[in-house]
């Protein structure tokens, strides 16, 4: 299984942006798809997920009510659309795989990583 994200860049603060993860080499309808961030000099955490129906999504409170997640399975490609962006939301963005059925947020659920994207928000 092969990840690659994409769609980041420089923003500024209240601005949006769309990133896109593409999987490969997988059968990616029956992944549940997450989206990590690692700020500088921080730990990788937990943004948001989804399972492979599309039919539930998860948000740290961090983001709730500001990004969204989705996925489009003919496209193999998962989505996280980033609005009312803040400086503090600014990190390397990676898009991973999880085979468990039940969400959760630990990193070690999560099997195979994509190199991620940097998303730099201006104040």
């Known amino acids: 299984v092969q990840l690659q994200a994409s769609g980041g860049g420089l923003v500024q603060a209240g601005g949006s942006l769309r990133l896109s993860c593409v999987v490969s080499r997988g059968f990616f309808s029956d992944y549940h798809m997450g989206w990590f961030r690692q700020a500088p000099g921080k730990e990788r955490e937990f943004v948001a997920a989804i399972n492979s129906d599309g039919g539930a999504t998860f948000y740290s409170d961090s983001v709730k009510g500001r990004f969204t997640i989705s996925r489009d399975n003919a496209k193999n490609t998962v989505y996280l659309r980033m609005d009312s962006l803040k400086p503090e939301d600014t990190a390397v963005y990676h898009c991973?795989?999880?085979?468990?059925?039940?969400?959760?947020?630990?990193?070690?659920?999560?099997?195979?990583w994509g190199p991620g994207t940097l998303v730099t928000v201006s104040s």
């Open positions: 991973a795989v999880r085979d468990a059925a039940v969400h959760t947020t630990t990193l070690g659920a999560y099997l195979f």
